[in-house]
């Protein structure tokens, strides 16, 4: 899981591509409201999903099994 808005000056998008390149795997994005917008669903990779905040324990869950067993 990574939250998009990083400190710093580097999202959570540029964080995931860079860790995909050592170890390819899942990606969980992490967004607030207000954030949603930024991070549009049709600019996700193949094994990327977003959560928006704030989330359930329920929906998280669902989401980790959609993203582990799809």
Known sequence: MIDV???GGING???ADF?????????LF???YA???AMKTDRLEEGMAIL???FT???IVA????????
């Open 5 to 7: 808005g990083l400190p």
């Open 13 to 15: 998008r540029q964080l």
């Open 19 to 27: 860790g995909r390149t050592a170890r390819p795997g899942r990606i």
């Open 30 to 32: 992490i967004i607030g």
């Open 35 to 37: 954030e949603s917008r």
């Open 52 to 54: 928006t905040k704030p």
């Open 57 to 59: 324990i329920d929906s």
């Open 63 to 70: 989401r980790i099994k959609e993203l582990l067993f799809r």
